[in-house]
């Protein structure tokens, strides 16, 4: 026994020396090279050699440094009162200063245009060094052309990332697309008689935008703080190949308000013609494969299909994405001032908002169609494009063609959505606390703690979130002026945190609700993130004049069109599969 008891002792004695020798192992692993220290900014003062070119001179998504978000450098541009510049400079994307080793980069013909950039493959970086004549805030718009794929199985947009001088300026400049443009082809059947989806087309050609985010969340261009002087600018293609003519460095364009741009108008009798009547589905244009048409059942929803399958709305979750436009095009008889109208469906999540920016033959006209927001209603309704008031907005419009572009994006929950990191952080702060003193154990209930001592900063980092949580339900309040369904998530959270604070002895076993909370923070903001409308038709109006009937009576709304049968249909190895009715 007694040999038995040794054993076992040594055993333990082996167990302790090996534990305590690796973890004098990971502590060195962990301990910082201070004989190496990164600078953002210093590499920019390096002399340049081009056989040493290397994407260390530049801060990296691999140093896990994290920008600011955009809307938190613009609020703190506005503070310092930057000036806009007032020169404008053009650049030729062919004119280039240095390039990685890796990008493969030409100088050719594309699409009609001689002397551009041709980037042939999705690697790599382009510099260039553009000197400015005074400091301020300027906007950079792309001449382009997305490299045709000649298969047609990759469609994407392509994306680059700005540096300006050694530095991203806020996270959005990491990732900034470039889209193409389609178009649906011609109306396609099955066998039975049910639509299929168009076939798409690539409109091909040369193509204008300025920086903007990937997420397409801000209706505007990004503002870039450049200096007076020369500043280098460093390209970075990660996705599609691209041909460039140009860039373009301009003063900010201010956007009038509503009254302003009214009283801008000429005047102009009121247009005697009829509305003009568009059918969603039948758009002109689209800049992205995933905005689909969908098939509604609505009484009032056209055309009607009683017995077949037919696209007769646009969008839903087949347009959610920020960034994602839509354009259609129309033609008026006489000059005049119009009027916007819609038929939409916006119940995808309760009492939360959506927004569309909307642009006349390509420009915002005023400040209120920017970020434009259609309400939250259980189903079909009709939508004057209005100021808060109710009062239609008016457009003058000249005889002839025109052109409606709408733009799903997401900007007046930026605020509330840069919240949500702090939150997440000193959460996760609370739960790394609460499980290095518990040992990550939830079955010691019967342990007196003494929070202050034991879990010390856990109640006041509690408070902190629990006041955050209010903000950001009082913004959202403040947006869509009820309570949604991301609001009632955060309000739900402020109401748990509150009662640990009141009860602060069951902080210690509360690391799991925490995890739940985490989890539904860190999903909620992805929530706000979608912008999900149908749309079946627009309506284009004198602005006097009446829009038709929108919405069905109560006795028609029950009168649904009747659901068809499933369709089955047979694929190439022959075996049977269902396809969707709606």
């Known amino acids: 026994m007694a040999g038995a008891n040794r054993k076992r002792f040594g055993f333990r004695l082996w167990t302790v020396i090996l534990s305590a020798a690796l973890l004098v192992t990971a502590l060195a692993k962990d301990k910082p090279d201070t004989g190496r220290t990164v600078h953002a900014g210093s590499a920019h003062a390096e002399s340049k050699n081009a056989n040493s070119l290397s994407a260390d001179r530049f801060v990296s998504a691999s140093s896990g440094l994290k920008e600011p978000y955009y809307e938190e450098v ?57 000197a400015i004549g005074e400091e301020g805030l300027y906007e950079i718009e792309a001449e382009y052309a997305p490299i045709a794929d000649d298969s047609r199985r990759n469609r994407r947009a392509s994306i680059l990332s700005a540096q300006i001088n050694g530095v991203y300026p806020f996270r959005e400049a990491r990732s900034m697309s470039f889209e193409r443009e389609f178009r649906n082809g011609p109306p396609r059947y099955d066998a039975n008689g049910h639509q299929l989806q168009s076939a798409i087309e690539e409109i091909r050609g040369w193509k204008r935008k300025p920086f903007r985010d990937s997420d397409g969340a801000y209706a505007l261009p990004l503002r870039w703080h450049l200096q007076k002087g020369v500043n280098t600018i460093r390209l970075r293609l990660s996705q599609q190949p691209l041909a460039i003519k140009s860039f373009t ?56 299909s009683f017995k077949y399958r037919a696209y007769n709305v646009l969008g839903g979750w087949g347009w959610y994405k920020g960034g994602h436009a839509v354009t259609w095009e129309f033609e008026v008889p006489e000059d005049g001032l119009y009027k916007l109208g819609m038929r939409v469906n916006q119940n995808s999540r309760k009492n939360l908002s959506v927004f569309r920016t909307i642009y006349i033959d390509g420009k915002i006209p005023f400040r209120e169609l920017q ?46 959505i840069a919240n949500v990191e702090p ?65 009632q ?94």
């Open 489 to 582: 998530t955060y309000r739900s959270a402020a109401k748990d945190i509150e009662e640990l604070i009141e009860q602060p002895e069951k902080i210690p076993t509360s690391h799991l609700t925490l995890g739940t909370m985490l989890e539904q923070l860190q999903d909620q903001y992805r929530v706000l993130m979608d912008s999900p409308l149908q749309i079946d038709k627009l309506y284009v109006a004198p602005v006097q004049a009446p829009f038709p009937r929108m919405e069905a009576n109560f006795s028609r709304r029950r009168r649904r069109l009747p659901r068809p049968c499933s369709i089955r249909s047979t694929s190439r190895t022959g075996s049977a599969r269902r396809t969707a009715t709606s």
């Open 74 to 130: 613009r609020r703190r541009m506005a503070d310092e009162r930057i000036p806009y510049g007032t020169r404008q400079y053009v650049i030729s994307a062919a004119h280039i200063s240095e390039k990685s080793e890796d990008s493969d980069i030409s100088v050719g013909s594309y699409e009609g245009e001689d002397g551009v950039l041709l980037w042939s493959n999705a690697k790599g970086w382009v510099e260039y060094e553009i």
């Open 249 to 304: 460095i301009r003063p900010p364009a201010d956007i009038p308000g509503y009254a302003e741009a009214k009283a801008s108008y000429p005047e102009a009798t009121e247009p005697s013609g009829d509305t003009i009547v568009l059918e969603a589905e039948q758009f002109e244009k689209k800049n992205s494969t995933s905005v689909q048409t969908q098939y509604d059942r609505d009484a009032f929803t056209t055309p009607k």
């Open 423 to 487: 939150m997440v952080e000193a959460l996760k702060t609370v739960i790394d606390q609460i499980r290095s003193a518990t040992g990550n154990r939830q079955d010691d209930r019967f342990r007196v703690w003494d929070v202050e001592k034991d879990i010390p900063g856990a109640t006041e980092r509690l408070g902190g979130i629990k006041e955050r949580l209010d903000r950001q339900v009082e913004a959202l309040r403040e947006i869509n002026r009820e309570i949604d369904v991301v609001a």
């Open 371 to 416: 970020s434009y927001p259609i309400r939250y209603a259980p189903g079909w309704r009709g939508e004057t494009v209005a100021d808060e008031s109710g009062e239609p907005l008016a457009f003058y419009l000249t005889k002839g063609k025109h052109s409606l572009t709408m733009e799903a994006g997401y900007e007046p929950y930026m605020p509330v």
